[in-house]
């Protein structure tokens, strides 16, 4: 468990490894991919905290930017998994392709 606070009290991540690789499951950490991923600091109404929520985006991001974790987000856009990457002073997108990679044979 990640917490990730914020958005609601309590609100928390979850976290798994295996065979060297790792996937975050971010909740509602991100609402609006297009405005927070550029300025983390900026909130949604939905979040009951928003200071924290600026907070956690702000510590968050940069640390999953920096490692290949693959994230699973709700309310980016499909298939709402993928990677961050660094740009400029924000992040950007880096949705997975679907391909028959994700089953294991």
Do not use: C
């Not at 909740?27 to 979040?47: C, M, N, S, W, Y």
């Not at 490692?67 to 998994?81: C, Q, R």
């Not at 993928?82 to 089953?103: C, I, M």
């Amino acid at each position: 468990m990640v917490p990730l606070p914020g958005h609601t009290p309590g609100h928390t991540g979850y976290e798994f490894s295996s065979k060297g690789q790792k996937i975050l499951f971010w909740g509602d950490t991100v609402h609006a991919q297009r405005v927070q991923l550029k300025h983390p600091e900026i909130t949604a109404v939905f979040d009951t905290n928003p200071a924290a929520a600026a907070a956690t985006r702000n510590q968050l991001l940069p640390k999953l930017a920096g490692e290949d974790v693959l994230i699973a987000s709700p309310h980016l856009l499909f298939p709402g998994l993928g990677r961050l990457h660094k740009e400029g002073k924000g992040y950007s997108w880096a949705p997975v392709a679907l391909t028959d990679q994700w089953v294991e044979k």
